[in-house]
């Protein structure tokens, strides 16, 4: 196993499929103490990954060959639901302690939101390197319960912005990382509405839309995934020797 696995994507469902087939050699078995699943599941578990997509626009569903009889793990309508209810409507529900829209359109102290600090901030200034999103906050320690009322801290934790100069035009680019990671179900849908809202900025600020950069150090599918992960990737589990 090694400590770093790097990946070089064309697409969002090409880097999906990569990382799902990989991940039965270059990950470790993790029991659950805290979190989604605590004391009744495993994961397995990448040490940490880097991943670069080239055309994260483009080819966001993963493929799922009909004969397997798998569900695909996102839809598109369901990937612009989640961007425009997870990533821009800031607004909470009863039982919501947060989304990830509460903190990327959080008020600033001096006007405006985050999100819209870093559109100016890219209009003004492009080549900054501070135009970044904090998703995660010290708090969260202590104030984000999930559904079941246990800690759940956010798994997205920050999103940079960045601009590339190329030959002709200036490009945006994101860099996002995630503290934890359900590589089967959660990362196409994180990626495909993160894609989204890098391509609404884009717009905003006269930017070419451009690739991404993608870290974590908990990314995982869970041992209930297992099974159906191993057929898509046609992996089957070795019998004990």
Not at 29 to 53: T, W
Not at 188 to 204: D, R, S, V, Y
Not at 230 to 238: H, I, N, S, W, Y
Request: hydrophobic fraction near 35%; charged fraction near 20%; charge should be negative.
């Amino acid at each position: 196993m090694l400590p770093f696995f790097c990946l070089h994507a064309k697409t969002i469902s090409d880097a999906w499929f990569q990382l799902i087939y990989n991940i039965f050699d270059h990950s470790y078995v993790q029991k659950i103490q805290k979190g989604s699943f605590e004391k009744e599941q495993y994961r397995l578990q990448y040490p940490s990954i880097a991943v670069y997509i080239e055309y994260p626009g483009m080819d966001m569903i993963p493929v799922i060959p009909l004969e397997l009889g798998i569900p695909a793990p996102t839809t598109m309508e369901y990937i612009e639901d989640y961007f425009a209810n997870y990533l821009m409507d800031p607004h909470l529900s009863e039982n919501e302690t947060y989304k990830y829209s509460s903190r990327i359109h959080h008020p600033m102290p001096k006007g405006g939101t985050q999100l819209e600090r870093v559109i100016d901030m890219l209009k003004e200034t492009p080549l900054t390197n501070q135009a970044i999103i904090e998703v995660g906050s010290p708090e969260d320690h202590d104030t984000c319960f999930g559904n079941d009322g246990k800690l759940d801290p956010p798994c997205l934790r920050l999103l940079d912005f960045k601009v590339l100069p190329t030959s002709d035009e200036l490009m945006l680019t994101v860099s996002c990382y995630f503290r934890s990671w359900d590589l089967w179900a959660g990362f196409p849908t994180n990626l495909g509405g993160i894609e989204l809202l890098k391509q609404f900025i884009a717009g905003e600020t006269g930017l070419k839309n451009g690739h991404m950069y993608i870290y974590s150090a908990g990314a995982h599918i869970y041992g209930y995934q297992e099974e159906i992960a191993r057929l898509r990737t046609f992996r089957p589990k070795e019998p004990n020797l």
